[in-house]
């Protein structure tokens, strides 16, 4: 796993994101949003793997799909390798597709059921016209060896794998093309405990022989840490702490990721329970955006939202009472 790097390592560096949805109820007049992603601005290294944690809808899917531009961009930069891919065309983004990839939560979802497992992995020389009929064949029994499938499973069809051999089958088409980037958007959640080390293992393994980067989107925190370099914390659209992940596992700032590495078994003095609900993305607090369920709340929070400041070795935190 690679620590904090400097500039010069920086692949992605994402800054003022914003990924607003319109509110449809019927009403034409209506001019409200769902912020799910709301100015996040942070780099992920060459290399490494960068967990990104957080309740059910704080956005941290949908930063992924806005990073590889599956969502287009409401404002804000994505600096990919120096280049702004954020403006480019619809050429352009296509060429610049094979350098970004994605694994998605449910492979059951994400494959075709009416197509065989060739066909899938096929789709992607053939849409950006890369080799050969011959060179196409070859590379794809070689994806299927190297994630642990054989020839057997080109003339299956997706309903006839395991879930596990589906998201091999997932992680054979994403690296088809030789990506940089792989956006992980849960790609462990929908499997079995077993099946999950397996899959984690064999993503690992696949980083080495690569030098892939990575994006580790998950609410599972256990694996985040197994898997992650450093760590972001998302908390309603925006990022409340950053660090590698010593720092955000042994010592953690932020009372919302305190609560969060509370529920891991064995970790920490006991459970924090947060009081209330999750407020809603489309109408978000004033000030600090988790000041309606923090143990720490006093009246500038409600009123002053904290910027993310560097408290040290690249330890990134938006408190009012950590800086």
Known sequence: MKENGDAADVLVRAQGIRKYFPLRDGRPWNKR?????DDVSFDIYR???????????????????????LYPLNAGTILFDGQDIAGLRFRELKNFRKKMQ?????????LNPRVTIGNILLEPFRIHRVGTPEERQHRIRFLLERVGLSEYHLSRYPHELSGGQK???????????????????????ALDVSI??????????????????????SHNLSVVHHVSSRVGVMYLGKLVEVGNHRDIYEGA???YTTALLSAIPGHGAGRIILSGDVPSPSNPPVGCRFHTRCPQCKSFCQTAEPSLIDVGNGHLVACHHCT
């Open 102 to 110: 994605c694994i998605f939560q449910d492979p059951s979802a994400s």
């Open 196 to 217: 999950q080390a397996q899959v984690i293992n064999l993503l690992s393994d696949l980083q080495q022989e690569y030098s892939l980067t990575y994006l580790f989107i």
């Open 47 to 69: 290399g490494e793997t960068f967990g990104l944690v957080g309740e059910s809808g704080c956005g941290k899917s949908t930063l992924g799909r806005v990073l590889v531009l």
């Open 253 to 255: 700032l932020h009372p």
């Open 167 to 189: 998201q091999r089958v997932g992680i054979a088409r994403a690296l088809a093309l030789n990506p940089r980037l792989i956006v992980c958007d849960e790609a462990v959640s």
């Open 33 to 37: 949003f769902v912020k799910a992603v």
